[in-house]
């Protein structure tokens, strides 16, 4: 007697429990939709878990109904088939949902199957009710209708893998067409184009760089140029600066120099951004080969070095404080070792 009321009270918590785990996991496909893509990814991994759990709770159920009652004829059959099958539609359902041009009615399909396990395993359990699921049209329909609703997630996924196929390959069209326009841009540029349009193919990554850098140094007009953009705030000029073959000239050291210091008083203090140490290191790193190459010519940049070291100082004691203090630090001794007039870079 007491097995038996301990039996009772593990089937009900795992039917609340399958309850439970099937409202979540219909709420998070619900919501995917609304999600940015990265949230979606999120959204299917945490679907991932809570299928399978409720997949594993319905199983419990199924093999503990089995122990207090024989299934009706095939139905231990269907329940074999279709537990990993109704499963595996939810999974892929899921999946598809990261897409935010996915049909949302999908939800109510791959929702049913599991609702159709539990309230079999709930009819059998109970004596009462038993005797409605064990004819053989209900457990046609029945089972029918988990298969019919299972199957239908798949014939939505081979029709997303063709039109995934389908826009890789625009996309494909669409960037041999772009990378085509630019190279006739690049073939189009001379001597007296302006640097402005040379450093878009001089960016880091880009499949021109090394000839747009090669041309550039070749530029009558580059030192002017650089010195006039640079003025005018232009940190492009600033973060290629080592690859241009220009002088370190009063004029250009003066400009970098307003450049930098104007950076870092843009940079918020612990007060106002706690992370902001971190955050503002990561934005000087671009700019700290030019420093480095300004150093080794002697230009004077005290006073960027002096403006990096006070707003790190600003901060309490960290990693990150002692890396940014450690490469002032650092340049501070090249400027020193390097006393000798400008060069060409």
């Not at 070291?309 to 501070?332: K, Y």
Request: charged letters at 20%; glycine letters at 6%; aromatic letters at 8%.
């Amino acid at each position: 007697m007491r097995d038996s009321a301990i039996m009772k009270a593990l089937f009900v918590v795992l039917a609340g429990l399958a309850a439970l785990l099937l409202l979540m996991q219909v709420g998070n496909l619900a919501s995917m939709h609304a999600d940015d893509p990265m949230g979606r990814g999120l959204s299917d991994a945490f679907g991932v878990f809570l299928s399978i759990g409720l997949w594993v709770v319905l199983a419990v159920m199924m093999l503990a109904t089995r122990t207090k009652t024989a299934f009706p004829s095939f139905s231990g059959w269907a329940v074999l088939v279709l537990w990993p099958v109704s499963l595996a539609a939810m999974l892929a359902t899921s999946s598809l949902f990261t897409s935010t041009l996915s049909p949302r009615w999908l939800v109510v399909p791959v929702a049913v199957p599991p609702l159709v396990l539990g309230v079999f395993a709930v009819a059998l359990w109970i004596p009462a009710l038993r005797s409605r699921v064990q004819s053989a049209g209900v457990n046609r329909a029945i089972w029918g209708s988990v298969l019919l609703l299972s199957a239908l997630p798949w014939f939505f996924v081979g029709n997303q893998s063709q039109e995934n196929a389908a826009y890789a390959e625009l996309q494909k069209a669409r960037e041999m067409a772009e990378n085509q326009t630019r190279r006739e841009r690049f073939s189009r540029l001379t001597s007296g184009s302006p640097l402005a349009d040379w450093l878009e193919f001089a960016m880091p990554g880009d499949e021109l760089r090394e000839d747009a850098l090669a041309s550039i140094r070749q530029l009558p007009a580059r030192q002017a140029e650089a010195e006039a953009m640079l003025a005018d705030g232009n940190g492009v000029v600033l973060e290629l600066l080592p690859s241009l073959g220009l002088e370190a000239t009063p004029a250009l050291s003066q400009h970098a120099r307003t450049f930098l210091i104007a950076l870092v008083r843009t940079f918020p203090g612990p007060v106002e951004k706690p992370a902001s140490l971190a955050l503002s290191a990561h934005r000087l790193e671009r700019y700290t080969p030019a420093l480095e190459w300004l150093c080794r010519r002697h230009a004077d940049v005290a006073v960027v070095l002096d403006s990096i070291e006070a707003f790190a100082r600003r901060h309490p004691d960290s990693p990150d404080r002692q890396e940014v203090l450690g490469e002032v630090e650092r340049l501070r001794r090249l400027t020193l070792k390097n006393q000798q007039p400008s060069g060409r870079g």
